[in-house]
C-alpha cells in the first residue's frame, strides 16, 4: 500500500531535550517536506526536500532540523525543542515539486 | 503575508444543499491544490489544478488564472462531507508550498 509513515504519532518531552520524528514514504517520490499546522495559521511549510542530499528551508525553519540521507526518509529533527514548537506536523511527499502530495497521518508534539 | 486566502472561514449547510469554497491567491502559480482534512486529522489532496476545471464524484473544483481565484463546490452535500477544506498553491518560481487557513464545513443531517 502506497503510503506516508511518521513516527512518533504522539509525544510530550520537556523544553531542551532532543527529539526526532521520522518519515518514510515508499512511493519512490523525489520532493518531501515538513509542515506544521496550528490553529488560526493554518498549515506552513517548515523544510522541503528535491531529492537526496537537497534540502531547503520553508517559511519556518527555525529550531528545526532535517536531513535526506535516503530518497524514502526525511526526519525531522528538533535540537533543542521549546514551548512555542508545541503543534501538530506532517510529513508529505509527491512525485515532484508541486505535484500531489500525499500526507502522513501526523504527529502531535507537546513541549512542557 | 498571505498569499492564499480563502472564504469563508466557516460553513454550515443543510443537507442536501449545494456548497462553494473560494480561495485567491496572489503569486503566479504552476498549480493549485484543494486538500481535505476530517476532524481526527488525515489530510487527504483532492484536485490539482493548472487550468479549467476537474470533476470527482460530487466535487468540482475550477480555477481561473487570470484572475487568480479557485472555487471548490460541493453537489448534494451530505453529513460526511463534514470537514476542513484548504487550498493550497505550488509557486511557479521556487519549490514551496503555501496555504490557505482553511474552511470548515459542517453539514448538517
Known amino acids: 500500500e502506497a503510503q506516508v509513515t511518521q513516527n512518533p504519532r504522539y509525544l510530550i518531552t520537556v523544553t531542551g531535550k532532543k527529539l526526532t520524528v521520522t518519515c518514510s514514504q515508499n512511493m519512490n517520490h523525489e520532493y518531501m517536506s515538513w509542515y506544521r499546522q496550528d490553529p488560526g495559521l493554518g498549515l506552513r511549510q517548515i523544510y522541503y526536500s528535491m531529492n537526496v542530499e537537497v534540502t531547503d528551508k520553508g517559511d519556518v525553519p527555525e529550531g528545526y532540523k532535517v536531513s535526506r540521507k535516503e530518497k524514502r526518509n526525511f526526519p525531522l529533527i528538533l535540537e533543542s525543542p521549546s514551548p512555542n514548537q508545541t503543534s501538530l506536523y506532517f510529513c508529505?511527499?509527491?512525485?515532484?515539486?508541486?505535484?500531489?502530495?500525499?500526507f502522513g497521518p501526523g504527529t502531535r508534539l507537546t513541549v512542557l | 503575508k498571505n498569499e492564499v486566502e480563502q472564504s469563508p472561514q466557516n460553513l454550515t449547510a443543510q443537507e442536501g444543499e449545494f456548497i462553494t469554497i473560494n480561495c485567491s491567491y496572489s503569486v503566479g502559480i504552476s498549480a493549485l491544490h484543494w486538500l481535505q482534512q476530517h476532524p481526527g486529522g488525515g489530510i487527504v489532496s483532492l484536485f490539482m489544478?493548472?487550468?479549467g476545471k476537474k470533476k470527482h464524484g460530487r466535487l468540482i473544483a475550477t480555477i481561473n488564472i487570470q484572475e487568480k481565484h479557485s472555487s471548490l463546490h460541493i453537489t448534494a452535500s451530505h453529513p460526511r462531507d463534514s470537514a476542513v477544506y484548504i487550498c493550497?498553491?505550488?509557486?511557479?518560481?521556487?519549490?514551496?508550498?503555501?496555504f490557505g487557513t482553511g474552511t470548515s464545513l459542517t453539514v448538517i443531517p
Open positions: 508529505a511527499s509527491s512525485p515532484f515539486a508541486g505535484g500531489t502530495q500525499y
Open positions: 493550497a498553491v505550488s509557486p511557479n518560481t521556487g519549490n514551496q508550498f503555501y
Open positions: 489544478l493548472s487550468s
